[in-house]
């Protein structure tokens, strides 16, 4: 059987973003309506500082105005909720979010809580939730929409009565990733960590979304013949290999014995990763448009 065909981030995340472009373009000529993506870091966690530092520029790359605001790891928890409020009471930001992980000493639903529900560019308040969950126009979290997208594109287009596993049951990934897949009407399983006989449960799946943070976990041999695999997971792990030290980012799937089998899959890195960002600028001109009342742009 020939190998999998690769669902390329590094050719679909530059095509979403161009798109995003055109309709700032649009947004801007037609309205006047510049929209703008707020991040909020606190901390100075190296991962995230790059994350963050991607994000910034890809949106001003996009036209879009972009708002970054560093705050020390020594933040109280009101400082944090303040400067939401002041996100969320200034009309130049269509959407933010706070870069998780806060610091232990924040609770992390208390400031998602905080975030205007029509701003909420991470589509983490549970009114997002709960408007994602009962088919209604919601902020919808970026990297379970990347993943739907992706899944889109390697199926023709059209993903209904396909039967999805996702492994994973968080709220940023495995639940709105269910709700998608469900509302692209596919039949919707999802494991999780007390789920038994794990890989007779995926070899059922048309779709399989890997979101678990367990390298390399999802074997060949867990996987139909033919199926698209979206690997979710950024996991980092020694790499004696390339020197001593080292370390490469791996997915959740064992990605050289997964292509054998698979009829597409996401790489990691290069895959739904990318995808994340790109997702995020079109929630941003998403929201503007909601806010301003005026028609999202075609082909967004
Ligand atoms: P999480 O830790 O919140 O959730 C992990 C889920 O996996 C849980 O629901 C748990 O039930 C399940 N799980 C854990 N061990 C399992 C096991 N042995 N068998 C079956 N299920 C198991 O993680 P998350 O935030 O959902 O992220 C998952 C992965 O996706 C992580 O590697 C994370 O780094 C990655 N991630 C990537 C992006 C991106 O942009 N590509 C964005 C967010 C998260």
């Given at each position: 059987?020939a ?11 530059p095509?979403l973003k161009?798109r995003?472009?055109e309709a ?5 000529s037609?309205y ?7 991040v ?8 995230s500082?790059?994350y963050?530092r ?6 001003l ?15 109280t928890?009101?400082e ?6 002041e ?6 930001i ?5 870069q ?21 560019a991470?589509?983490l308040?549970?009114?997002?939730a709960g ?6 126009p919601?902020?919808?979290?970026a990297?379970p929409e990347?993943?739907v ?5 390697a199926?023709g ?8 596993v996702i492994?994973?049951r968080?709220n940023?990934?495995g ?24 890989p007779s ?10 979101a678990?943070?367990?390298p390399?976990?999802?074997?060949g ?11 979710v997971g ?5 790499a ?8 490469r ?5 064992d ?6 089998v ?6 990691v890195?290069?895959?739904?990763g990318l995808?994340?960002?790109?997702c ?10 909601r ?6 742009p075609?082909?967004?």
């Open positions: 059987m190998e999998a065909v690769l669902i390329d981030g590094r050719v679909l995340a095509a161009a995003v472009a700032v373009a649009v947004l801007k037609k006047n309506l510049t929209p703008g993506l707020g909020v870091l606190v901390g100075n966690d190296p991962a500082e790059v963050v991607n994000k910034h520029q890809a949106t790359e996009a036209g879009m105005n972009s708002f970054e605001y560093k705050m020390p790891a020594t933040s928890q009101a944090v909720l303040a400067k939401v409020a996100l969320n009471a200034n009309p130049a269509h959407g933010f979010l706070v998780f992980p806060v610091p232990a000493h924040i609770s992390q639903q208390a400031v998602i809580d905080a975030i205007d529900p029509v701003k909420d991470d589509g308040h549970p009114l997002n408007r994602l969950a009962s088919g209604l919601a902020m919808v979290p990297t990347g993943c997208l992706m899944a889109r594109h199926s287009g059209n993903l209904a009565g396909k039967h999805a492994i994973g968080s940023l990934v639940k709105p990733v269910a709700q998608l897949l469900l509302n692209e009407n596919c039949t919707v399983t999802i494991a999780h960590s007390r789920s038994t006989d794990l449960i995926a070899r059922q799946a048309d779709i399989l979304v890997a678990v943070g367990r390399l976990m999802v074997k041999d867990w996987i139909k013949p033919g199926a698209i695999v979206i690997d950024i996991n980092r792990v020694d004696p290999d390339k020197g001593e030290g080292k370390t980012l791996v997915g959740d799937v990605f050289a014995s997964a292509k054998l698979a009829g597409a899959i996401t790489p890195p290069g895959g739904v995808m994340t960002v790109a995020l600028m079109r929630n941003a001109v998403i929201a503007a448009c806010q301003h009342g005026v028609e999202v075609p082909n967004l």
